[in-house]
């Protein structure tokens, strides 16, 4: 009687973990402070780096991405979550992405870095936000790639991934949770006979 309840209570602590594992932690909206955000990261040509930020209404959201070197950058952000990359194959950009975007800059200008001792490429984004809402910003380096960026934010910013986004291999994840759950099925089994 007892390994039955310790099989069943078993079980019972692996589902409510797997199901607390799909749960995300909950997103605060942020309060603007200038520059209270800052990230670098490095991208390869064509690749993409997302972040989520909660917005209230009429808040206003500054952007700043400086490359580090060459690299040219693109700045996107939509009211919707993003299911797709909009970058092509062939390393181009998905002309759709300017229709999906609530706001954009695809013109980086070029101003003179003192840390760098260099001019570098630079893109700037203001955007309003018109309600309450989860935004999502797109970084896409699209010439002179692999480069490292710095963004800077007066809003705080998280790092956001898109499981639909070739590359992020869900298939093998469901997999391996499927047999790790038969193993112990068959190994709850076998001990109760």
């Known amino acids: 009687m007892r390994r039955k309840f310790q099989g069943k209570l078993l079980f019972l602590l692996l589902v409510f973990g797997l199901v607390l594992m799909n749960f995300n932690m909950s997103i605060k909206p942020g309060a603007a402070e200038d520059n209270n955000y800052v990230d670098q990261y490095q991208l390869q040509q064509g690749a993409a780096r997302y972040y989520v930020v909660n917005l209230t209404a009429d808040a206003n959201l500054f952007i700043n991405c400086t490359a580090y070197f060459e690299g040219v950058f693109h700045a996107y952000i939509?009211?919707?979550?993003?299911?797709?990359?909009?970058?092509?194959?062939?390393?181009?950009?998905?002309?759709?992405?300017?229709?999906?975007?609530?706001?954009?800059?695809?013109?980086?200008?070029?101003?003179?870095?003192?840390?760098?001792?260099?001019?570098?490429?630079?893109?700037?984004?203001?955007?309003?936000?018109?309600?309450?809402?989860?935004?999502?910003?797109?970084?896409?380096?699209?010439?002179?790639?692999?480069?490292?960026?710095?963004?800077?934010?007066?809003?705080?910013?998280?790092a956001y991934y898109i499981p639909f986004i070739p590359g992020y291999n869900i298939e093998i994840f469901a997999s391996c949770a499927v047999l790790s759950l038969f193993l112990i099925y068959f190994k709850i089994r076998k001990r109760r006979k």
């Open 78 to 158: 939509f009211d919707e979550r993003p299911e797709d990359r909009h970058v092509l194959r062939d390393g181009s950009l998905d002309a759709s992405i300017t229709d999906q975007a609530v706001a954009y800059n695809e013109t980086p200008s070029l101003i003179f870095s003192s840390d760098l001792n260099d001019t570098v490429n630079s893109v700037t984004l203001n955007y309003t936000a018109p309600s309450y809402k989860l935004y999502y910003l797109e970084i896409i380096v699209v010439e002179n790639g692999p480069d490292t960026f710095r963004l800077e934010s007066n809003y705080e910013l998280q």
